[in-house]
């Protein structure tokens, strides 16, 4: 009998070669794995790098926004400057001149002659024009102060501000600067003597428009966007959590729903642009409302934030598990009460998820904004949503077109806290989102 042993040696010698091309293949295949880690983790670091940069650069030029120089003077309220009657009129403080009260004031302080019309001029110009009316506001606030010296915080100009924040060049030749070297020697002066000084800036927050950088705030801005957030709030919510459990629980799958569903998945990426063309044609030039009235911004943003809503409540909604439903129809429940009392509460974090997230997106929205006329200079406080006011961003947006260096920094504080709200808004989701989360 003939042994055959060639065959099992072939197969011998063969395996140690399978063995090594398996374990290359595989070799290969856990750098592919490697390289692909990396690349993901690369990318994130890429995004966080410019991220970090984009907060830092926001961060290092708007924090002194936050900032306002003030001298601190004693103002003497001299009864002569309010007129011959005592008490004074309400029309008697009105209209004193409250300006030569400030000037007299800095004068004072600074040591400069009034007689010395050149020095005054230069004096006079380190005050802000907003000066006269802190005095104005104080005396009406407390007639009894007049014909006494109170200590009063008087804003210096935008240029002084400037040089008190370190953002003015010295080196510069004395007639190509904003300020002169005698008025540079009375601001060091002031300043060594704490007469001028930073303090923090609530005018940011409560002024409105203004032309000069140390009278302009944001606060205008902020009631402005918060009516038209609560419009939203009103109209977007309602609208689209009641169309939403239509299309998902009630509305037969036929083709008309199926184009309805179609059209607000486009139209949540339609560009916002396109809703101020809407509200601009049908809210102000057929409905008639007023240009720069909150009431037709809250209207276009309802407009813009309603599929974000709808399919954010569809997806909570479809979360739901059906057992849930069928419980609830089970024990004698309508279709109507299993929805209502089961459903809803259940798809709630889901629901309130997706208003947050929507809210904060017709939050920063400017371009509609723009098309219905709401980069209008407003400077009183809107009392109705059928007042002219503006919205955050489209200050920032205002400011950023100015020339002074002041309102530079003016962009940046505002855009900080456009940022702070954004973030508060997302990390609320975030945080609803978990603490009501169920998992299923």
Known sequence: MTVETAPMATETHAAPRIREATQARIR??????RRF?????????????????????????????????????PVHLDQSAFGSSTPPSQTDIQMADYTKLANRAL?????????????????????SANADVQIRQAVQADPSLIGK????????????????????????AENRRQLSDKQLAWLDKAAASGQLAKHFNTGLFTYGASSKPETAGVGVALVGSLYMMLIVLLIAVPLGVAAAVYLEEFAPKNLLTD?????????????????????LAIFINFMGIPRSAALVGGLVLALMTLPTIIIATRAAVAAVPPSI???????GASKMQSITHHVLPL??????????????????ETAPLLMIGMVAFVVDFPKT??????????????????????????????TLILLAFLICMNVTAVILRRRYERRW
């Open 28 to 33: 290969k295949r856990y750098a592919a794995e």
């Open 37 to 73: 880690k990396a690349y993901g983790v690369a990318a994130i670091l890429f995004g966080l790098v410019f991220l970090v940069a984009l907060f830092s650069t926001i961060a290092t030029r708007g924090y002194t926004a936050f900032l306002q120089s003030a001298f601190t003077l």
């Open 107 to 127: 004068f004072q302080a600074l040591g400069v002659d009034p007689a010395n019309k050149a020095d005054a001029k230069a004096a006079a110009q380190l005050l």
């Open 149 to 172: 010296t109170i200590d009063l915080e008087l804003l210096a100009h935008g240029n002084v501000d400037t040089l008190m924040k370190g953002h003015f060049d010295r080196s510069i």
């Open 259 to 279: 184009t309805i569903e179609v059209n607000i998945n486009n139209l949540a990426a339609v560009p916002s642009i396109v809703f101020g063309l809407l509200g």
């Open 325 to 331: 439903r069928e419980a609830a129809l089970g024990v």
């Open 347 to 364: 798809a709630v974090p889901g629901i309130l998820t997706g208003t947050i997230i929507g809210l904060a997106k017709a939050l920063g």
């Open 385 to 414: 949503p059928l007042d002219a006011s503006t919205a955050l961003p489209v200050q920032i947006f205002m400011w950023a077109t100015a020339a002074e260096r002041g309102f530079v920094e003016r962009t940046a504080g505002a």
